[in-house]
C-alpha cells in the first residue's frame, strides 16, 4: 500500500448539526486496550493477558481556527464560529457534560469524543495556534475509533489567496479594561509579548456491569490558564490571590468574526522573572480560573 | 525606449542629510507571509507569520563626515533613496553593525547595515523638509595617510586593518501589533579589529599564553585627509584583547602574520 501524504488525509469535526474542516497542522491518534497479565497458583508463566477496562483511544492536533465556519444560531448569537471554542466556552459556562460528543473525521477513521483540553497561543503578528485533545471511549457497540486510513481525494483549488478568515494576531485584542497586562506602580502598562492559554476538562466516565464502554459522563470540574509574558514585572505576589481580569477576542486577517476567551475570576497564581546575560529581562505571570 | 538609471541617477539621505561618497547601496525585504499548510490542504492560503522587517547596507569611502558610526548608539534614523523619479523613504532604521577596513593600495571605507523596523517604500508617510546635496569635496582619505599605534610595531610594517563593531539589537513586540513597542540596544558591542602586518621581529604567543601572559593592547587608528596632516577620523580603542594570530607564507611573498584584537563595550 502507497504512503499517504498530509494533504490526503484532512480533518473534520462535527458536533450536533455543525461541521467544520480544521486547518490542522498535525493530528495524532492513539488506541489502548486495557489487558492485563493473569496469573494462576499451579502454572509456572502467565495464563493469559485479558482486559481489565475498557478500550480507549485519544486525538490531539493543532490548528489555526477558521471563524467563518458553518454557525447555528445558538453559537452565532454569542458572536462565536469555532465549534471547539463554542463547545469549550458551553462546558465551563453550564459545568455540565457534553450532551453529545464531537464527532472527528480524518483520513477514512472516525470516533466520537469529548474535549478534554484545548490551548489557544497568540504569538507577535502571527497566525493564532490552538491545540486540543478529545478522549474517545466508545458507547453502546461503537468502539472509540473505527474505520482505517485511506487517502481522501479532495477538490483543489489551483488560486492562492489570503488567508483573510483565519484567527491572527494581527487585529486580536483583549476588551477595553479587560486586559491582564500588569500596570506598575509608575502607571506604566507592561507590553505584553505572548498569550497562552489553556483550559481542561475532567470527566468521570460511568461504567455498568456488562458493558464495555461507558454509559454516560459526570462533568466535574475545569481548569482555566493563561501564561502571559510581559516586560514588566509585579512584585509582591498576594497571599490571598490578586484578581485579574482576561476577556481575549480572537480576530481574523480582515479584523472581523471574533472568537471570544473570557476566564472568570481569574486570580494571579505565579509570577516569574528571569534575565540571562545578553538578554533582556523576560517576565511570566501565570492566572486561573476554576470551573 | 528602455532606459536605466546610473550612479548619478541616485541619492541617500539619512535624517534630511546626503551621504557622501557612496560606493555601494543594498535595501530590502522579505516578506513574512507564509502559505497555511494543513492536513487535507485543498487550497494555498497565506498569512504574516511573523512582524515586517527591512534591512538597508551601505558602503562608502572614508570622507571627512563619517555619518553612521553615531548610530552605534540607542538612536534609530530615517532616511530615503531617491533614484530617477522615484523616492523610497524608511524610518526607524537601528544599526546593527559598522565597519571600516583599509589595506595598502586601497582607499580606506565604511559599511554599515541596519534593520528597519518602521515603514519601508514609496509613499507619503515621512517628510524631511530640505535635504541637503551631497558634498562636491569629500576630503577623501588615502592609505598613505593612516597613523597606527599599536605599541611594538616599529618594525613590523602594518599592510591593513578592519574593523568591526556590531551593534545588535532586540524588538520587544505585542503580540498583536507590527512594529515593535520598543528596541532594546544590546550590551556589550562587540568590536572586532584584524590587522595584517609584514613581519619582522614580530614574536607569536605560546597558544597557553592565557590566562599568564593575556595580552590587552591600545589601539589607535588615526586617518588623515589624503595626502595630508589634516585628520578627518580617529578610531581609539582601549584593552583590546588579543585573541588568535595567524602566519602565513609563500614562496613569492613576504611572512605575513594577521591578528585579531578583541573588544567588549558597555553601553552606558
Not at chain 1, 483540553?117 to 478522549?135: D, R, T
Not at chain 1, 474505520?147 to 488560486?159: D, Y
Not at chain 2, 520598543?182 to 605560546?206: C, G, H, R, W
Amino acid at each position: 500500500m502507497a504512503s499517504i501524504r498530509y494533504d490526503q488525509i484532512p480533518l473534520t469535526i462535527q458536533y450536533g448539526s455543525r461541521t467544520e474542516k480544521i486547518l490542522a497542522y498535525d493530528c495524532s491518534l492513539s488506541e489502548t486496550a486495557d489487558l492485563q497479565p493473569v496469573y494462576s497458583i499451579g502454572k509456572k508463566g502467565v495464563a493469559e493477558q485479558t482486559p481489565q477496562g475498557a478500550r480507549t483511544a485519544s486525538v490531539s492536533f493543532s490548528y489555526t481556527p477558521v471563524l467563518t465556519g458553518i454557525t447555528n444560531e445558538k453559537f452565532k448569537s454569542k458572536g462565536d464560529y469555532n465549534i471547539i471554542n463554542g463547545v469549550a466556552d458551553e462546558l465551563k459556562t453550564t459545568k455540565a457534560s457534553q450532551s453529545f460528543g464531537v464527532s472527528l473525521m480524518f483520513g477514512g477513521i472516525s470516533g466520537e469524543g469529548l474535549l478534554t483540553s484545548y490551548s489557544v497561543s497568540l504569538e507577535p503578528y502571527a497566525p493564532v495556534q490552538c491545540s486540543v485533545n478529545f478522549e474517545l471511549f466508545g458507547s453502546g457497540e461503537n468502539i472509540p475509533a473505527s474505520g482505517e486510513l485511506k487517502a481522501q481525494s479532495l477538490f483543489r483549488s489551483p488560486a492562492s489567496d489570503l488567508a483573510s478568515k483565519v484567527g491572527h494576531s494581527a487585529y486580536s485584542s483583549f476588551m477595553t479594561a479587560q486586559s491582564p497586562a500588569t500596570i506598575t506602580s509608575s502607571d506604566e502598562t507592561g507590553i505584553l509579548k505572548s498569550v497562552n492559554y489553556s483550559i481542561n476538562f475532567n470527566y468521570e466516565p460511568v461504567y455498568k456491569l456488562g458493558q464495555e464502554f461507558p454509559s454516560t459522563f459526570l462533568y466535574h470540574s475545569a481548569t482555566e490558564e493563561a501564561r502571559l509574558m510581559e516586560n514588566v514585572y509585579e512584585t509582591g505576589i498576594a497571599f490571598t490571590g490578586k484578581s485579574e481580569k482576561f476577556h481575549l477576542d480572537v480576530k481574523s486577517i480582515d479584523n472581523n468574526n471574533t472568537i471570544s476567551v473570557n476566564m472568570e475570576n481569574p486570580v494571579l497564581m505565579s509570577t516569574q522573572l528571569r534575565v540571562s546575560s545578553n538578554g533582556v529581562a523576560e517576565t511570566e505571570k501565570t492566572i486561573r480560573s476554576f470551573y | 525606449m528602455l532606459s536605466r538609471i546610473r550612479r548619478e541617477g541616485q541619492k541617500l539621505a539619512v535624517n534630511g542629510t546626503g551621504i557622501n561618497a557612496v560606493q555601494s547601496l543594498s535595501f530590502g525585504y522579505e516578506s513574512t507571509a507564509q502559505p497555511i499548510t494543513t492536513l487535507g490542504l485543498n487550497k494555498v492560503v497565506y498569512a504574516p507569520g511573523a512582524p515586517q522587517t527591512a534591512s538597508i547596507q551601505a558602503n562608502s569611502l572614508m570622507v571627512y563626515d563619517d555619518f553612521f558610526i553615531q548610530f552605534t548608539g540607542e538612536l534609530p534614523f530615517s532616511g530615503q533613496v531617491d533614484y530617477k523619479d522615484q523616492n523610497v523613504k524608511f524610518t526607524e532604521a537601528y544599526l546593527t553593525s559598522y565597519s571600516s577596513s583599509c589595506s595598502i593600495g586601497e582607499i580606506p571605507s565604511l559599511g554599515m547595515g541596519a534593520d528597519i523596523y518602521g515603514e519601508m517604500g514609496t509613499g507619503d508617510y515621512l517628510n524631511f523638509e530640505t535635504i541637503t546635496p551631497h558634498d562636491t569635496e569629500l576630503k577623501i582619505a588615502g592609505y598613505n595617510s593612516i597613523n597606527i599605534n599599536l605599541d611594538e610595531f616599529n618594525t613590523n610594517r602594518v599592510n591593513s586593518y578592519s574593523l568591526d563593531i556590531q551593534t545588535p539589537r532586540t524588538a520587544v513586540y505585542a503580540f498583536n501589533d507590527k512594529t515593535p513597542s520598543e528596541v532594546v540596544s544590546e550590551s556589550p558591542l562587540d568590536i572586532t579589529m584584524q590587522f595584517s602586518i609584514d613581519a619582522d621581529d614580530y614574536k607569536i604567543k605560546n597558544i597557553r599564553f592565557v590566562p599568564e601572559e593575556t595580552s590587552f593592547r591600545n589601539v589607535s587608528i588615526s586617518i588623515n585627509k589624503n595626502n595630508s596632516t589634516e585628520n578627518i577620523k580617529t578610531f581609539s580603542f582601549r584593552n583590546m584583547l588579543l585573541v588568535s594570530e595567524q602566519y602565513q607564507s609563500d614562496m613569492n611573498g613576504n611572512v605575513q602574520i594577521s591578528f585579531v584584537l578583541k573588544g567588549t563595550v558597555l553601553r552606558v
